[in-house]
């Protein structure tokens, strides 16, 4: 028990990770824990019991912890924790168990065990079934981190690693003797294309539509956001039309506001937000620009469920498009003056940006807005 705590406590490379994750003295566990008591106790106070299958629960806390887990293990903001520790002596096994067990613990303890709290508040469960879902949830994390490392594990052959040539790593030719265990190491994380692999394009005008029509195609996570968002817009009439007597239309505008990750362009980007800041009159240049590009993602996909509306319930005329105009301008307003005036900065990696509570104001409003509309 002491040569483990030893190799995974202080001062080690477990321990300057989690630093990382959860602040200088582990404050966001604090934090997390105390969320997740005063959730479970709002649930459960307000007498909100409903039936769910235990099938629900263990699919729900793998599948949650292990894309919670991916994500993080993809987060921009490792290629700055790996080129620090690269730079001291490490043993391959540690750095592996550490880096993975750090950010295993950040997923159950900020992310999974808020949902798990919600869960267990809203419905009973024995012994037996919390203590599965917990397992399965670890176990999602542990598959989640292997899967990236298989992945990863031939890339290293294609595209040398310059870390590795600095340890004396350099791989060898491959040959059928070599084993896994032999070419698995710590540097199957470290995959700095994530973040820098991104193609520079310099010109004599700087157009800013076009440099966020670039920054949005060359970022995955948010090209995979918004084609899913507006596949939804299309399946969105089956949904809201089946409220006779009701006019849900708006509603569907509001949902589709819903694209969060294009509305925290500046928090994400740092370096970004810096040198907007310091030019001249950027407050509207770039604001605007900002605005209209939201708008035009927010109008392209409630121009898909315009039109899916038209083909399935029929009745589209002017006053809608110019219904979803509006919500388009008015969401790509808000979210551009959120973004300008109170960036998210308390966050350690993408993961906390992408569940901030402030991305949720908007949707929010839009929501409220779009049930005001329809009455």
Known sequence: MRSFCEKYGKNTPFYAVAKQLFGRKYER??????????LFLAVYASELRVQVSPAVLYLTAAVFSAGIMWRALNSAQNVEIFMVLFMLPFDDIE??????GAFGGYTLITKTAVVLAMFFAAAQWSAAEIGAAVLLASLGCVLSAGWYAAIHLYKEDREPNP??????????????????????DAYVFYQPSISYGKKRHTGRKGYILRYLLRYITSNKNYLVNTA???????????????????????????????????????????????????????????????????????FTGSSVYLVSW???????GI????????????????S?????????????????????????IVPVVMLLAGAVAGM
Not at 350 to 358: A, I, M, S, T, Y
Request: glycine content about 8%.
């Open 29 to 38: 566990i604090s934090r997390s824990l105390m969320l997740c008591l005063i």
């Open 95 to 100: 750095m592996m168990i550490s880096y993975a």
């Open 163 to 184: 870390w590795k040539a600095f340890h004396g790593k350099v791989p060898e030719p491959k040959s059928g003797e070599h084993s896994l265990r032999k070419r698995l």
């Open 228 to 298: 899913g968002l507006w596949l939804i817009a299309g399946l969105l009439p089956l949904m809201l039309g089946q409220f006779d007597g009701l006019n849900t239309l708006p509603m569907g505008f509001a949902i589709l506001c819903m694209n969060t990750p294009i509305c925290i362009l500046l928090s994400c980007d740092p370096d970004l937000e810096q040198a907007v800041r310091l030019l001249p009159g950027q407050s509207v240049r770039f604001c605007g620009a900002y605005g209209l590009f939201i708008a035009l993602v927010n």
């Open 310 to 316: 038209q083909v399935i319930h029929g009745g589209i």
């Open 319 to 334: 006053a809608e498009v110019l219904t979803a105009a509006g919500f388009a301008a008015a969401s790509a307003a808000l």
């Open 336 to 360: 551009v003056y959120l973004e300008w005036r109170h960036p998210i900065r308390d966050w350690k990696i993408e993961n906390d940006l992408w569940h901030h509570p402030r991305k949720y």
